[in-house]
């Protein structure tokens, strides 16, 4: 819109330009009430429980813990520490994750919900080493 067409705008009164599209005032004042949706959301975002986060550790190409209780229904965070010099790879047929671990690297691995049972996950590089993941019910 040309500088007329804004200067007109704003003599009227009105937020809209001469060319009938939104003037600058009236992206500005939509622009702000978008930023204060979703920062008001926020806190109703981080009022929710939060992730339920579990240790894996890899070392001596072996899974430590081997079993793993995790809470049925929620998205879980592993967070998989790779304790030897090489790369492991954190992989699981029953809930489709593949996740290559350098050594001496620690890295989240989101994964779930899962129905309560058990889930099986490997070292794709040193298939001896299995591990098994349980989802389990919460209790009320």
Avoid: C
Wanted: charged residues 20%.
């Amino acid at each position: 819109m040309g500088e007329a067409g804004y200067r007109g705008a704003r003599r009227a009164g009105t937020k809209w330009g001469a060319s009938g599209k939104p003037g600058r005032r009236l992206r500005l004042h939509l622009l702000t009430a978008a930023v204060a949706t979703v920062l008001g959301a926020a806190p109703a975002v981080a009022a929710a429980s939060p992730t339920p986060s579990f240790t894996l550790v890899i070392r001596h190409q072996a899974f430590v813990p081997a079993t793993l209780r995790v809470p049925a229904g929620r998205l879980v965070k592993l967070m998989v520490t790779n304790k030897d010099a090489l790369p492991a790879e954190f992989e699981s047929d029953d809930f489709n994750r593949e996740e290559v671990v350098p050594g001496g690297i620690s890295l989240p691995v989101y994964v779930g919900p899962f129905k309560p049972g058990r889930y099986t996950f490997f070292n794709d590089f040193h298939p001896s080493s299995t591990g098994v993941l349980i989802a389990v019910p919460a209790r009320h």
